[in-house]
């Protein structure tokens, strides 16, 4: 299933995409939703981020493809993003006018479905809503620079996710191509992942609880590209869509 949020009529809710119409529900896909009665032609809405979450992470080095000369990380090495960053398919990422060097990561996002505390690898699955096309913008020179990645990784418009969030697929084997301007700037599947989403998600409650809604950027590959204002940025992964952003 592909679930939404989106704006019509002037106000925002949350929906299941049927083909070409959207269908209104009570809530987020992963609570105890109901469907309100109310359709829309997808046409004439305007999505927006499918999530609202109450944190989101991302995994760093976790393509043997961008580590370049960096050694694996023994563990999964996740950061912070702040939801303040979110932004949606359709919006713009601005690009700050004092960093020399901004890039776009192509990655899979996982949307949590439940609450998640010290959970076993086993059971690490069980806590997953769907997922998601992510676009990890990164201000390179802030990121070598600052003696953290707040600003780097969590300017305003740099965690786009979208278009949608899609249940009941199999992420380990799904191909994420990133674009710029339409030409291919990374490719690779998510079988590369060194620390794979089982992993992950145990790893990180076993220190911090995970909550309905939270998001985790499962890392990127290869050397992302450059971002410019005017550019259009595009993240496609196999059985979940395209999300794309113009860079201003």
């Given at each position: 299933?592909?679930?939404?949020?989106?704006?019509?009529?002037?106000?925002?809710?949350?929906?299941?995409v049927d083909?070409?119409?959207?269908?209104?529900?009570?809530?987020?896909?992963?609570?105890?939703?109901?469907?309100?009665?109310?359709?829309?032609?997808?046409?004439?809405?305007?999505?927006?981020?499918p999530?609202?979450?109450?944190?989101?992470?991302?995994?760093?080095?976790?393509?043997?493809?961008?580590?370049?000369?960096?050694?694996?990380?023994?563990?999964?090495?996740?950061?912070?993003?702040?939801?303040?960053?979110?932004?949606?398919?359709?919006?713009?990422?601005r690009?700050?006018?004092?960093?020399?060097?901004?890039?776009?990561?192509?990655?899979?996002?996982?949307?949590?479905?439940?609450?998640?505390?010290?959970?076993?690898l086993?059971?690490?699955?069980?806590?997953?809503?769907?997922?998601?096309?992510?676009?990890?913008?990164?201000?390179?020179?802030?990121?070598?620079?600052?003696?953290?990645?707040?600003?780097?990784?969590?300017?305003?418009?740099?965690?786009?996710?979208?278009?949608?969030?899609?249940?009941?697929?199999?992420?380990?084997?799904?191909?994420?191509?990133?674009?710029?301007?339409?030409?291919?700037?990374?490719?690779?599947?998510?079988?590369?992942?060194?620390?794979?989403?089982?992993?992950?998600?145990?790893?990180?409650?076993?220190?911090?609880?995970?909550?309905?809604?939270?998001?985790?950027?499962?890392?990127?590959?290869?050397?992302?590209?450059?971002?410019?204002?005017?550019?259009?940025?595009?993240?496609?992964?196999?059985?979940?869509?395209?999300?794309?952003?113009?860079?201003?």
């Amino acid at each position: 299933m592909k679930f939404v949020r989106f704006s019509a009529g002037g106000s925002n809710s949350y929906g299941i995409v049927d083909g070409d119409t959207v269908k209104a529900i009570s809530g987020p896909g992963y609570s105890d939703y109901s469907e309100t009665g109310a359709t829309h032609a997808l046409a004439d809405v305007t999505l927006l981020a499918p999530v609202e979450p109450n944190k989101m992470l991302a995994m760093a080095l976790n393509y043997g493809s961008h580590l370049h000369d960096a050694p694996a990380p023994e563990r999964p090495e996740p950061f912070l993003k702040s939801e303040t960053s979110l932004a949606g398919t359709g919006d713009t990422i601005r690009i700050p006018s004092d960093s020399e060097k901004v890039d776009a990561e192509a990655e899979l996002v996982v949307v949590i479905g439940k609450t998640a505390t010290n959970v076993s690898l086993g059971d690490a699955m069980d806590h997953v809503f769907g997922y998601s096309c992510g676009n990890d913008v990164s201000a390179r020179d802030w990121q070598a620079g600052d003696t953290s990645w707040w600003r780097a990784k969590s300017s305003d418009t740099f965690s786009p996710i979208g278009p949608w969030i899609v249940t009941g697929i199999d992420p380990t084997n799904l191909d994420i191509e990133g674009r710029i301007n339409g030409v291919a700037a990374q490719n690779c599947n998510t079988s590369e992942m060194i620390h794979d989403i089982p992993k992950t998600i145990s790893f990180i409650s076993k220190y911090m609880t995970l909550e309905p809604g939270d998001c985790i950027f499962t890392g990127t590959s290869g050397t992302a590209g450059q971002i410019k204002p005017g550019d259009t940025v595009e993240v496609e992964i196999s059985q979940i869509g395209t999300l794309s952003n113009i860079c201003g």
